[in-house]
């Protein structure tokens, strides 16, 4: 039982290069979110997808894209890397909206600095 | 408690003493609550939910609670052991953002022996 996987654990890039983030879930749920996690901040939404196809913008959107072709994967890319994008990157899913559904499971993050 | 700039709230306990934790959220329309572990270096995990039409809710050594009257939710551990050491997360969906967790900040529970 898998679950979520995100890949690379670690990454480093330079400004200004574009770097993509993967994530794949197994549970085929419907839902699925990208997050940032920094210091002071707590958890921020990037972008989030309620099926295959269906993306929407979240708090903190500006910089990243995502796309989700398949509904058990969900890559966040970063156009052209900036240092305040440095973060760490939390892949999540849930089964979709109700009672009970919106519960999140996450993945085990992407540690990203962009020197 | 309450968190200042880049620190986060941190509360010490005893190994074996309980321990509580607290949220508050400003939504009324907010209708289902979670509260997350997130150990270093790892993801957030699911440790307890409880709907808005419930006061309490009991899971293994964990019990929330809340009060919607004051929009506070609270998180009880008994008996805290070492293992208990994390960030703890309560988060919050309301009816008018289905599907939308709203975190918030998050305290550091300290377990010393």
């Known amino acids: 039982d898998a679950g979520i996987t995100q890949s690379p654990r670690y990454k480093i890039t330079e400004t200004g290069r574009q770097v993509t983030l993967m994530c794949h879930q197994t549970w085929s749920h419907s839902y699925m979110f990208w997050y940032r996690q920094d210091l002071g901040h707590g958890l921020r939404l990037i972008y989030y997808s309620a099926a295959a196809d269906i993306t929407d913008k979240g708090e903190v959107p500006d910089g990243y894209v995502v796309s989700r072709s398949k509904t058990e994967n969900f890559p966040l890319t970063l156009e052209s890397a900036t240092r305040s994008q440095t973060s760490v990157y939390f892949c999540?899913?849930?089964?979709?909206?109700?009672?009970?559904?919106?519960?999140?499971?996450f993945g085990s993050g992407t540690q990203l600095s962009v020197l | 408690g309450e968190s200042v700039g880049l620190h986060l709230p941190t509360l010490s306990v005893q190994e074996g003493d309980n321990s509580i934790i607290n949220c508050a959220y400003s939504n009324s329309a907010s209708d289902y609550f979670i509260w997350y572990k997130q150990e270093s270096g790892k993801g957030p995990q699911f440790i307890i939910d409880i709907r808005s039409n419930m006061d309490k809710r009991q899971g293994q050594r964990v019990t929330v609670l809340l009060n919607k009257t004051v929009k506070h939710l609270s998180l009880q551990i008994a008996a805290t052991q070492p293992g208990d050491s994390a960030v703890y997360f309560c988060?919050?969906?309301?009816?008018?953002?289905?599907?939308?967790?709203?975190f918030g900040a998050g305290t550091q529970v300290v377990v010393t022996p």
């Open positions: 999540a899913s849930s089964e979709g909206e109700g009672p009970g559904l919106e519960k999140l499971f």
């Open positions: 988060a919050e969906v309301s009816t008018d953002s289905w599907g939308k967790l709203q």
